[in-house]
């Protein structure tokens, strides 16, 4: 099953913009069930190796990119990480039900070391479905 293309900012020029790394098989899968959460199409999406990237956040390094999401909201504030999950429940209105989880008081003592080791590990995790070579370039 073939998904359509995601959303760019060149298509919703208003919309916040995920930023997520595309070679990832673990990324790109979530990434892909964002439209459905997205009914009012408040996201735009762009994988960290794109080159726009770069030419329109110098200051977003690939180091830091590589070891979490960004969401560069349509003010141009940043949202790292877990914090991007609980910035998307509040941003998309399918995803309201989540917020009272997430900005639970201590909740992100848990979802912050979590995230990291999912992320440090991606590549590793997804290793059985990299078919292009990029999961063993990444794995630690």
Known sequence: MNNPPLPTPD????????????????????????PWWDCQGKLAYLSLHDPQV???WPDLTHDR??????IVDARGNRHWGPEAIRYLTK??????????????PGSMFLLR???RWIARN??????????????KLHRQ
């Open 113 to 115: 070391p979590a995230y």
């Open 54 to 56: 770069a030419a329109r």
């Open 122 to 135: 991606r590549y590793r995790l997804s290793a059985t479905n990299c078919e292009e070579g990029a999961c």
């Open 65 to 70: 990119l590589m070891q979490e999401m960004c």
């Open 91 to 104: 941003r998309l209105r399918r995803l309201w039900w989540a917020a009272p989880f997430l900005y639970f």
């Open 11 to 34: 298509d919703r020029p208003a919309a916040d913009i995920v930023v997520y790394d595309g070679n990832c098989r673990i990324c790109t899968a979530q990434v892909q069930k964002l």
